[in-house]
């Protein structure tokens, strides 16, 4: 209970049998699965009473937040915050980017992780950071699905501006996506 529609099938020898549920199970929700009153062994042997065995759907690891949540910014090598719902298994939990690059990672706590380039990202380059849906909670419960965010730095050249038919005296100004060295 509650009842959810499905077929049960045995297996050749008849030692397991299988529930293929019609409809999924609901997150959060206690199950109640017992066996059949009459239920016996080929050759007569019976339960001591009916035996039944219990079962909570448990929700899926999820990424509550990225810190910071930006795609684009003036940092060639920024540093990430990804928070979990729960404390995670580390050992499970691996970070790829694409365009390859190493990275430093470790955790603040059970739940957050922290994700940083270990060398300067190429300017206007778009990377993709992906944590696998193989990561697992402490309670061993998968991520709900793999977890990707992008990121842009800066261009370099930002933007020039400079005279034009209707104001020709207006001044140039070349605009840099970072600090530049004046030396």
């Known amino acids: 209970s509650p009842g959810v529609p499905g077929t049960f099938s045995w297996n050749d020898d008849f030692t397991a049998v299988t529930f293929n549920r019609t409809r999924g199970f609901t997150v959060g ?9 009459d239920l016996h ?12 065995w219990y079962l909570t ?25 990804v928070t979990f719902d729960r404390p995670m298994d580390a050992a499970t939990v691996s970070v790829v980017l694409q365009p390859a690059s190493p990275l430093d990672i470790s955790w603040s706590d059970d739940e957050t992780l922290f994700i940083q380039p ?45 005279p034009t038919r209707a104001e020709p005296d207006r001044a140039l ?6 600090s530049m060295d004046r030396a």
């Open 118 to 162: 270990a060398e300067l990202l190429d300017p206007g380059v778009a990377y993709q950071f992906t944590i696998p849906a193989t990561a697992a909670g402490a309670d061993g419960m998968p991520l709900e699905e793999t977890y990707r965010f992008r990121y842009i730095p800066a261009q370099v050249l930002a933007a020039v501006e400079g």
């Open 57 to 81: 759907v448990l929700q899926p690891a999820r990424v509550l937040r990225r810190d910071p949540a930006l795609a684009r910014a003036a940092d060639r090598r920024p540093a990430f915050t």
């Open 29 to 37: 929700e206690r199950y109640t699965f017992s066996a059949a009153v």
């Open 173 to 178: 100004v070349v605009r840099f996506g970072y």
């Open 41 to 52: 062994t080929a050759d007569g042997l019976t339960f001591d009473g009916r035996p039944s």
